[in-house]
């Protein structure tokens, strides 16, 4: 790193101020830490399932280490993975997930999450895009699968299913419910193997994979960016990001990963990096995380937090304020140590009011999947700074630069630039892309930021989200956070508009919890709390706001309804 001065670095300990990746790495790789893994933690529960119906089936450490040895030697024998093919994986939260993760990562693939609410086109560009060699896809998306194929993208087809790893009883009571009384079956034409098929056939072979699986600072993951703005694209990470960003995190907060027997509830998908950023957490510290597989409705949770409390709580914004607004959830709500938020901006109400109902200390975080996870957090304990999302992470460097390229000023606004060994290696065939996205090596985040004088971070919005109004720079997050704190409210976006009077005006898309709540109403308490031109000319009521599978609003739609 350069001299520039760093606040940061004065709260970090003489460990982070030293942290060297190279040296920090406990693992060269995933696969790697789940071998330790099952050798520190044995037949300790790893993973567990959680239906909405209280139904749960568990794996151990040293069952998803024989489980993964099983598929990465199917991929290898059947499959004829060659090291460094793209596996596309394609389902909701699940026990198979990890297996086949972990299986294809010690075959040496590399691994393309697909997101399973994408329509057959959107999962068909992803395959192409990522010349995928094989899909590992859900048994109950099988008409989706069957379009995927049509469309001339031929590859082999591996499924799973919720109900794998349950015991042989549990599995066909399970099916015979789940078929002929909720209709939820594959009508999948498409010839494919089951996982359960696929283990049974690896188990049964003799094949090496020890040496196969990608180390250090080559391609690993190509994960598909949420699309917030546009097209999604694919992002290349290197085998040991998310290692070096646990080991950042250790860095920082050490008491935060002592996770061994403490139990985690992971309603964020294995798809998106911060859940599967968690899930290796689990597996490094031998901890136990239970899966939801579709946290909709709310009430699906029930069971698992009554059956599982969870010490360790990772969500977002959204899921936060959703469980405070069930009356089931505050007559008795878990006792958590820990909340991990990120993804998107927490809002200040609702983590007073999550505090004070769970007990938990929150800690918010700040990353992108450009930067396999965590770019800035939080320390735990006294440290902890709410309204922020905490320090750079050791080993990284920010700098706030404006319109000009220039770096301001601390306490004033710019766009928020990062260096650090987590930084995506790229965008996958995409040149033009990649010179847009870097500026003489630093990432350009397209967030914008303030910094405090102790080197402490807030997010203040996005780039392209900025609204001008009668020459005035509007973030729609400030207004966003006046808004939510009015009683009748449960959420809101705000956009803008073109507007011919001023360039451009502003649109709130707002979630009523009380259906008398008027548009008068919102906007006259907009001007009670806001400068005239920060108010909104358009309030709108909806049932809900478009959001990617982990929380974040979408505004590039609510834009398109505001047009």
Request: charged share 25%; net charge negative.
């Amino acid at each position: 790193m350069s001299n520039r001065a760093r606040p940061w670095e004065k709260w970090y300990s003489e460990e982070a101020k030293q942290f060297d990746p190279r040296r920090a790495l406990k693992h060269q790789s995933i696969p790697a830490t789940v071998r330790d893994a099952a050798t520190r933690f044995g037949d300790m529960s790893a993973f567990t399932l959680m239906l909405p119906q209280g139904q749960s089936a568990t794996i151990s450490y040293k069952a998803l280490n024989e489980h993964s040895d099983a598929f990465a030697r199917y991929c290898v024998d059947v499959l004829k993975i060659e090291k460094s093919d793209v596996v596309a994986i394609q389902a909701p939260n699940c026990l198979g997930y990890l297996v086949a993760l972990v299986g294809a990562l010690k075959a040496g693939a590399i691994i393309s999450n697909v997101n399973p609410l994408y329509t057959a086109e959107e999962t068909e560009r992803q395959l192409r895009d990522s010349d995928a060699k094989a899909l590992v896809g859900f048994d109950l998306f099988g008409e989706q699968l069957d379009k995927v194929v049509a469309s001339g993208v031929q590859l082999p087809i591996v499924t799973m299913s919720a109900f794998d790893f349950f015991s042989p009883v549990q599995r066909a009571i399970l099916s015979f419910v789940a078929k002929h009384f909720k209709g939820m079956k594959s009508s999948m034409k498409t010839p494919s193997t089951t996982l359960m098929e696929a283990l049974k056939v690896g188990a049964a072979s003799s094949t090496d994979v020890s040496a196969r699986e990608i180390t250090a600072d080559n391609p690993c993951f190509y994960q598909y960016s949420g699309g917030t703005t546009g097209k999604s694209k694919g992002v290349m990470l290197t085998a040991n990001g998310v290692l070096i960003n646990i080991a950042q995190f250790e860095a920082m907060s050490p008491e935060a990963t002592d996770a061994r027997g403490k139990v985690g509830l992971l309603v964020l998908p294995l798809y998106h990096m911060f859940g599967l950023y968690m899930a290796t957490i689990t597996i490094q510290y031998g901890g136990q995380m239970v899966l939801i597989p579709n946290p909709r409705p709310l009430s699906n949770l029930k069971k698992a937090l009554e059956k599982y409390p969870p010490d360790i709580f990772p969500g977002v914004n959204t899921l936060f304020a959703g469980l405070l607004a069930q009356p089931w959830f505050r007559e008795n709500p878990p006792t958590i140590e820990r909340t991990f938020s990120g993804a998107t901006a927490l809002k200040e109400s609702v983590r007073k009011e999550w505090e004070e109902v769970t007990g938990a200390e929150v800690v918010e975080s700040y990353g992108m999947t450009e930067t396999t996870t965590v770019l800035t957090t939080n320390p735990t304990g006294e440290m902890n700074r709410p309204n922020t999302v905490g320090l750079p992470m050791p080993g990284v460097d920010i700098r706030l630069v404006n319109e000009s390229g220039q770096e301001v000023p601390t306490g004033e606004r710019g766009e928020i630039q990062a260096k650090g060994p987590q930084i995506m290696m790229g965008y996958l065939n995409a040149d033009d892309l990649n010179q847009q996205a870097f500026d003489d090596g630093w990432l350009r985040t397209g967030d914008i930021g303030v910094f405090d004088d102790d080197g402490f971070l807030r997010i203040v919005d996005r780039v392209k989200d900025m609204v001008l109004i009668s020459g005035f720079n509007v973030f729609p997050n400030e207004i966003e956070g006046v808004i939510t704190k009015m009683p009748g409210v449960s959420e809101v976006g705000v956009v803008g508009r073109a507007d011919g009077d001023s360039g451009e005006a502003l649109v709130a898309f707002v979630v009523r919890s009380d259906e008398t709540l008027t548009e008068e109403a919102v906007i006259a308490y907009c001007r009670e709390h806001l400068t005239g031109y920060k108010c909104p000319k358009d309030v709108r009521f909806v049932d809900e706001l478009p959001k990617t599978p982990v929380g974040k609003v979408l505004r590039r739609e609510l834009r398109e309804m505001a047009a």
